[in-house]
């Protein structure tokens, strides 16, 4: 057989996706497995028993990070490597990083069952706590393997409950004994829905991401005057939600400012004291912008701090912004990513060029390895809620590309 | 002496509102002494002892309001009454509700030292669970009373920790023998701070409300669509709380578009998920408006209807609006309201015609009984806080307006 015409099997990978969605099932048909929780464990032990029935070298770091390795002919080259992870969002959907971890499984199976022959080894990881909803921050596995992150720190986070990464390891049994330092690599891929609704807009099969957008994270603090609302007249009042309501529609005008492609969001408000008959007297809220361009996020920070100022001025309501996280922009291999493009065209799939708009271990592997993302179609471009979804045969789609993109690396 | 020449005595009066806000103090130099509290408690108990110091016949009703009683000539004749309420907000002040039970005792004292008689029996209140803060609704020991609440129904209010008003009114010893059911009442006065910044405004010492506005209370609850920020354009976002943004700037900008004189308050909101990387899915605000004008309230809930249907069809977030309370405006008695105002005229205080934008237990009092109400100024307009204060020669000036309506009504 030409090795051009290998195919992963769709159908497998369906019910190998169906049969994870189980674990840490919802009753809105999403998924809910947070990170080192009894569903992880759960999702761990049968990944590992999968990756030991097709004979893979499976290893568990001190990070709980989770590798199956097939060995090459030239078993000490740098590998090839795949995956993504098994945690979820609270409430989160069946797709969202598992695809990334059970496209690598399908691939390892298909290139197993048909006894191809690999001159680099090819492995399969799973990294712990990507999300950052149990523990933050995100990327908490791949962060510490790159080196980004340091080891007892990030055991040291800890949960709403004040549980640490680090007991949580222990608890479900996945401290591993191997050192949690990364090796060289030669080629990392990680297939992934897009968590948006571009492909689908653009009735596109495969989506190759440029690389990852930069983004920053501000906090936002507004003093105003709390009164008894009757007896206060509407003039000379400091209410510090009417101040918060102007920044938020300012933010939201913002990438149409700018120009460029970005998104700006307010995704989280505090309102104090909170009562239906009080004038707000504090209001904190949270700003996150998003843009491949640099640059252009400096003026956009530019024009909210003035714009910002000129509101807590006009209402007498002081505001501060804080800058609390600043990734730049991360471009992905340029080899690699052309690479995936022309795999997806000779496998017959439509496909478009964007950027990602959100974190992945990809991130950090792009550090530190020559990297590459493969997205899939989101339904309706929703995620990280029970409705998440995505064809079966665009998952197919994405392993077939996955296959080949791996298979190519590790020739 | 002239009776006209009589005159309360302020050092009493302040050093009296000292002593009460030692009970329930806080560290910011207000007073936590919520309803039905140990503290709520402490400061009755103290305020009995001092009923019974001056003579007065004292009761306590199965409401626990507490009322003192002086006998007159004619002791058939209904009385005439005055107070206001012991409890405070959390963390609230030193004088909202207590100035007017720590002003009609110093009255009655005043009158006592004096040997003044009178012709109708004069009788002091405290009345029960005023703010609402602790059990809902606001006014319950008043509302009883006067026949406009249930007793069973108010017994079964329950705090945030599921404590009940009639359990709590057992456990501090105050559910009293005596029906809190209403008799025949000559004429109600009530002594208060303002609660706002108008009489500091206009510089006058006496504030002559003609009643209370009329109040609509309304839950806002808007439908958008949680999505991961990153990944999703501006375009075709149905943001929730972007959605409430605007619709809280129409509510800031509702009075000044009716013309007359109303507020409208945004004072709660509720953000969901409220996490800094997801478009908010759905928000829950208030909305009060408030009003002496009802017919202009009416107009102002169309306008709101229309203006908040407009946003939610541009944005595609459906938004549903419950009315969920509604009081028309309580005109208080004519010619109690002209007698505060010559009597303030008397005295030599300067005088200012309002209207209250709070309720009171003069609120339910209006309805069976002549009433009005006398406001002192509240500095920087500021209550419901720790800072809530008022000068003591207005406190003096107030309690002796306070005097001498009683002592008109009761001659």
């Known amino acids: 057989m030409d090795i051009r015409d290998l195919r992963i099997n769709g159908e497998r990978l369906k019910s ?13 048909g999403g998924v809910h497995r947070l990170a080192l929780s009894d569903e992880d464990k759960q999702a761990r032990d049968l990944l590992i028993k999968w990756l030991q029935e097709i004979e ?47 496209g690598a499984l399908e691939v390892m199976r298909t290139i197993q069952e048909n006894q191809i022959e690999n001159t680099r080894p090819i492995m399969i990881v799973d990294w712990t706590n990507e999300e950052g909803s149990r523990f ?26 004040g549980k640490k990464i680090g007991e949580e390891l222990e608890r479900i049994g996945y401290k591993g004994q191997a050192l949690a330092k990364r090796w060289p690599v030669y080629a990392y891929f990680e297939l992934h829905i897009e968590q948006g609704p571009i492909l689908e807009r653009v ?13 920053r994270w501000y906090d936002v603090f507004i003093e105003g005057k709390a009164n008894q609302v009757g007896p206060t007249p509407m003039e000379g009042r400091n209410d510090a939600l009417c101040s918060a309501a102007e920044m938020i529609l300012q933010v939201e005008a913002l990438p149409a400012q700018m120009g460029g492609n970005m998104v700006a969001t307010v995704g989280e408000i505090h309102n104090d004291p909170n009562s239906r008959n009080i ?51 991360t471009p992905f291999d340029e080899f690699l990513v052309t690479q995936v493009g022309k795999i997806a065209a000779q496998l017959g799939y439509p496909s478009y060029s964007l ?24 339904i309706g471009g929703r995620s990280h809620v029970e409705v998440e979804n995505t064809r ?5 789609a994405g392993g077939n590309v996955l296959l080949h993109c791996i298979l190519q690396s590790a020739r």
Chains 1, 2 share one sequence.
């Open 16 to 28: 190998t996706l169906e049969r994870m969605a189980e674990i840490g099932r919802t009753s809105g």
């Open 136 to 161: 933050s921050p995100a990327m908490a596995g791949s962060g510490v393997w790159t080196g980004k992150l340091e080891r007892d720190w990030a055991y040291a986070r800890k949960d709403f409950h």
């Open 203 to 215: 009735g596109k099969k495969i989506g190759i991401p440029q690389g990852i957008v930069g983004i």
């Open 355 to 378: 950027v990602s708009g959100a974190g992945h271990d990809a991130t950090y592997m792009s550090q530190v390895a020559p990297t590459a993302m493969i997205f899939v179609p989101s």
């Open 279 to 329: 004038i707000p007297g504090q209001v904190h809220f949270t700003v996150d912008i998003r843009s491949w361009d640099d640059p252009l996020t400096d003026r956009a920070e530019g024009e909210l701090q003035t714009g910002f100022q000129k509101i807590a001025t006009k209402r007498n309501c002081p505001a501060r912004i804080e800058k609390i996280w600043k990734v730049e922009h």
């Open 56 to 102: 893979l070298e499976v290893a568990v770091d001190e990070m709980g990070n989770i590798f199956g390795r097939r060995a090459g002919k030239k078993d000490n080259l740098p590998p090839v490597m795949s995956g993504s992870h098994i945690d979820s969002q609270p409430k989160g959907g069946r797709f969202d990083g598992i695809l990334g971890v059970m």
């Open 392 to 396: 079966w045969e665009d998952c197919e």
